[in-house]
């Protein structure tokens, strides 16, 4: 691989309002919503450190305390836990902006605080090494991607662009809906397009920029669950538990 996947920080942005979630979860932050008896972001904690991962930033913000008060350093998960706060919510660019003192790496993965994607991670980073990309984006395959937007794939697997939700596009190389699995891996070079100060986005704002750069595609046929709306927050209590 090229280096000692326990020497590549991992950050999981976990400072989202989860506005879309409190008509059934509204007493901690969204990425502590109980699925089968454990808070969600156990699941990626034990996936991150299954992987061999050891370095993790969580990125807080909102009730940023219940989160510090249940993981605390990180110990139970083999895992070395710090924490970037945001002061006001900075987005998921801005929130990776904000914790760059803490990368110290020329490589980083960060993942979604609220998705799980049943991905490789040793083999995502492994393939971003191998190419000459700046990012790597995960890819789900999905049934319908008209609630998540659609990734356009050239045939060698480089994002060739981003469609918005509804567009329903379906790769013809690849023969698949693939949508954003909110599992990257990105060169550190990247942090100097990332505005400071502001709130910026991830999605829409840095990977447009970064598709002249070069942005592979990785595709996944794992479980892939975003727990943001109520049906599937209900459906992930029968389906994630076995990931644990």
């Known amino acids: 691989m090229g280096q000692d996947i326990s020497l590549i920080p991992v950050l999981i942005l976990a400072g989202g309002l989860g506005t879309r979630l409190r008509s059934v979860f509204d ?109 790597t984006i995960a890819l789900a395959t999905v049934q319908d991607s008209t609630r998540y937007g659609t990734v356009v794939l050239t045939p060698e697997g480089r994002v060739k662009a981003f469609l918005e939700k509804n567009a329903g596009y379906v790769n013809k190389t690849h023969g698949r809906h693939l949508v954003n699995g909110g599992v990257y891996v990105f060169q550190k070079s990247v942090l100097e397009i990332v505005p400071e100060l502001r709130a910026v986005s991830l999605e829409r704002e840095v990977f447009p920029q970064l598709l002249e750069k070069g942005v592979k595609g990785f595709i996944s046929d794992g479980f892939f669950i975003d727990i943001g709306l109520p049906d599937d927050f209900q459906r992930a209590q029968t389906e994630l538990p076995k990931y644990l």
């Open 27 to 135: 007493s901690a932050p969204k990425s502590m919503a109980p699925v089968g008896g454990h808070p969600f972001l156990e699941y990626l904690f034990v996936q991150i450190s299954r992987a061999g991962f050891h370095k993790l930033t969580l990125c807080v913000g909102h009730r940023r305390n219940q989160i510090e008060a249940w993981a605390g350093d990180g110990i139970k998960w083999g895992l070395l836990i710090r924490y970037s706060v945001e002061p006001e919510p900075r987005g998921t660019g801005g929130a990776v902006k904000l914790a760059a003192e803490l990368i110290d790496n020329d490589v980083f993965v960060v993942l979604n605080g609220d998705s799980f994607l049943a991905v490789d991670l040793c083999e995502l980073v492994q393939a971003h090494r191998e190419s000459d990309a700046c990012a």
